[in-house]
T-cell receptor, first 114, second 112 residues
Framework: AQSVSQHNHHVILSEAASLELGCNYSYGGTVNLFWYVQYPGQHLQLLLKYFSGDPLVKGIKGFEAEFIKSKFSFNLRKPSVQWSDTAEYFC????????????FGRGTSLIVHP | NAGVTQTPKFQVLKTGQSMTLQCAQDMNHNSMYWYRQDPGMGLRLIYYSASEGTTDKGEVPNGYNVSRLNKREFSLRLESAAPSQTSVYFCASVAFRGLEAFFGQGTRLTVV
């Protein structure tokens, strides 16, 4: 079965530090890729998405992600985090072989200290 | 534009009680999903409806049933609640397969 793995479960950073969160998936076919953010007590909101084209995609709030097809990866980056980025981050993949049902990783809890 | 609306936001049930979680979307989306979120487990799919009139099991369907009442509404029913069903439940909708999901605010359910 298709799966999504997030390697960092808990990340603690100081403000202005750089962030990279890993995401890998197991499927060789067509995929659509997403990162969602969940602020404390809130629902999931879309950060960015990749369907095709330029593998480096930019999202809201200064986040970006790079799709590396050969590595089955879609890592999320931000050059300089802020306290307000404290949240849980979820990688999600829609697989063509899985009827495009959104499949989520286990999430990464990010805490940014001021 | 309300997006995806879930009710209730909070609920406490006793073991064995039943309840229905309601979800409605006003974006004319085709597909709707129910997920549960547990610490360290991410979002796990309970049931989904790819289009009006169809429903299918997801990863963790046991103890749940669903109804796609019309294109707007997709309800989740717990027939006999168990403590293991204590969780946060999210409803989501997708306009067309492969596109991004829009989420409701969630229902925090506690079964005692």
């Amino acid at each position: 079965a298709q799966s999504v793995s997030q390697h960092n479960h808990h990340v603690i950073l100081s403000e202005a530090a750089s962030l990279e969160l890993g995401c890998n998936y197991s499927y060789g076919g067509t995929v659509n890729l997403f990162w969602y953010v969940q602020y404390p007590g809130q629902h999931l909101q879309l950060l960015l998405k990749y369907f095709s084209g330029d593998p480096l995609v930019k999202g809201i709030k200064g986040f970006e992600a790079e799709f590396i097809k050969s590595k089955f990866s879609f890592n999320l980056r931000k050059p300089s985090v802020q306290w307000s980025d404290t949240a849980e981050y979820f990688c999600a993949v829609s697989f063509s072989g899985g009827s495009y049902i959104p499949t989520f990783g286990r999430g990464t809890s990010l805490i940014v200290h001021p | 534009n309300a997006g995806v609306t879930q009710t209730p936001k909070f609920q406490v049930l006793k073991t064995g009680q039943s309840m229905t979680l309601q979800c409605a979307q006003d974006m004319n989306h085709n597909s709707m999903y129910w997920y549960r979120q547990d610490p360290g487990m991410g979002l796990r799919l309970i049931y989904y409806s790819a289009s009006e009139g169809t429903t299918d099991k997801g990863e963790v369907p046991n103890g749940y049933n669903v109804s796609r009442l019309n294109k707007r509404e997709f309800s989740l029913r717990l027939e006999s609640a168990a403590p293991s069903q204590t969780s946060v439940y999210f409803c989501a909708s997708v306009a067309f397969r492969g596109l991004e999901a829009f989420f409701g605010q969630g229902t925090r359910l506690t079964v005692v």
